[in-house]
């Protein structure tokens, strides 16, 4: 799959919430719940866990109260990489590192727990990157 870039930079191709991904792959739903507690402390019930990404016109969301994409939307802008605002405070709270995961979880990541859990997420340094190609 391609890589799709939500607003806010996280890869919905890689996240096991998209709806593709769920539907090849129903048991995404429990994995994410238990990964999503381990990793950032907030449960979601799994059957609940389904997501069409926020670039879709009308799309059934994990976060529907994401301040990210309506101002987004808003400003014209594809991803905030994008915004001249870039860096605000709506982005500032959805901003994912490894480092400061694994800093505030103490203790090893293991590598499939970051592909799963993590990965997907890790938006600030492809923002950044974004943001130095001009795009």
Known sequence: ME???TRC???CDLCL?????????????VILSDG???YFGFRIAPEQILCDGCL?????LIDSACPVRPCAIENGVSTC???????CERLAERLVTFEEVQRRI????????????????ENKARLEALRRSGR
Not at 81 to 87: F, H, S
Not at 108 to 120: S, T, V
């Open 56 to 60: 879709s016109a009308a799309p059934r």
């Open 106 to 121: 103490g203790r090893p990541i293991p590598p499939a727990d970051r592909e799963h859990f993590i990965r997907p997420y």
């Open 9 to 11: 930079g996280y890869r």
């Open 36 to 38: 999503w507690f381990a």
């Open 81 to 87: 990489a994008a915004c001249p605002d870039y860096g």
């Open 17 to 29: 919430a998209y709806r593709p991904n769920v539907e090849a792959n129903p048991q995404n739903q």
């Open 3 to 5: 890589a799709i870039l």
